[in-house]
């Protein structure tokens, strides 16, 4: 039967089994590739909308991050450079 001789021949050297399908090496590197490529591309265009979006907002974005209760010493510690 077809469960007898999947189970005596089992998948090919390299390969991975599962669920009754055998994954060669090349097959899970080039899923992998693809799935971090989408992630690393997903992750760019999120930064990029939002900085897109904090610096459309008007005003400050300092100021809108901090709110209108902040403390001046948190605002010039924000803003200057390092």
Do not use: N
Request: aromatic letters at 4%.
């Amino acid at each position: 039967s077809m469960q007898q001789r999947r189970k005596t021949s089992g998948p090919a050297p390299g390969a991975g089994f599962c669920r009754g399908v055998v994954i060669t090496m090349e097959a899970m590197r080039s899923h992998l590739i693809k799935r971090v490529l989408l992630s690393v591309s997903v992750a760019v265009g999120v930064l990029v909308l939002v900085f897109a979006l904090i610096h459309l907002i008007p005003g400050d974005p300092v100021d809108v991050m901090l709110g209108e209760r902040a403390q001046a010493a948190y605002r010039t510690g924000w803003k200057s450079p390092g």
